[in-house]
């Protein structure tokens, strides 16, 4: 797996020492920072304060299982990418996941690479950057569509209210520096003077 270019925060809760270790060592060598619990009643106010782009929630736990540790995390964050992890599958747990909004599954016993396979899986889902690449695609999409609903918003004004049309600044490179909105004048003659609107 290649190296996070931005830092991404994952929060691991396992009762499991050998679990949490194993799921640390793997992310943290793959670039994320990573805080882990062992107690699950822990996890709501850790969310609230941590800022975490995914968590990894075991589901059997004692005290205070996955199923209620998710609901008590969708009641501070309903975004958070959350894996569960069981070596206990059932439908139940899986519809009760579903329903907390849970992006995937970890199945006990798993290798380095299913949970490799399943970050990426949820990073992609959650369009969060993992190389040079794919950071520069995002932030030109993200351009393009703000430039698009900015041209839209123009284009709706002007053919809202035909007494405005566009003016645009040059730039010295010989594109658009910035466009106005301005008021034009009909055949009954000139109107009074009004500011542009700048976008």
Not at 32 to 52: H, I, K, M, N
Not at 62 to 90: F, H, M, N, W
């Amino acid at each position: 797996m290649s190296s996070p270019v931005q830092s991404l925060r994952a929060l691991v809760i396992d009762d499991d020492a050998a679990i949490r270790e194993l799921l640390e060592t793997v992310l943290r060598r793959d670039g994320f920072e990573v805080t882990s619990l062992e107690d699950p009643t822990l996890a709501e106010s850790t969310v609230r304060t941590g800022r975490f782009h995914f968590v990894l929630l075991d589901l059997m736990m004692p005290g205070q299982d996955g199923i209620e540790t998710l609901q008590r995390i969708r009641k501070v964050d309903r975004d958070l990418a959350v894996v569960v992890i069981t070596g206990y599958p059932s439908l139940d747990t899986a519809v009760q996941s579903m329903k907390l909004d849970a992006l995937d599954y970890l199945r006990k016993p798993f290798t380095v690479e299913d949970l490799r396979a399943v970050v990426e899986r949820i990073l992609k889902k959650k369009g969060l950057s993992r190389t040079p690449e794919e950071q520069l695609h995002r932030a030109i999409g993200e351009t393009i569509r703000a430039a698009s609903r900015s041209r839209a918003d123009v284009e709706a004004t002007r053919e809202a209210d035909e007494s405005v049309r566009v003016v645009a600044v040059p730039d010295r490179a010989g594109g658009v520096l910035c466009q106005y909105l301005v008021p034009v004048q009909d055949r009954r003659g000139p109107r009074r003077p009004s500011a542009g609107t700048l976008w």
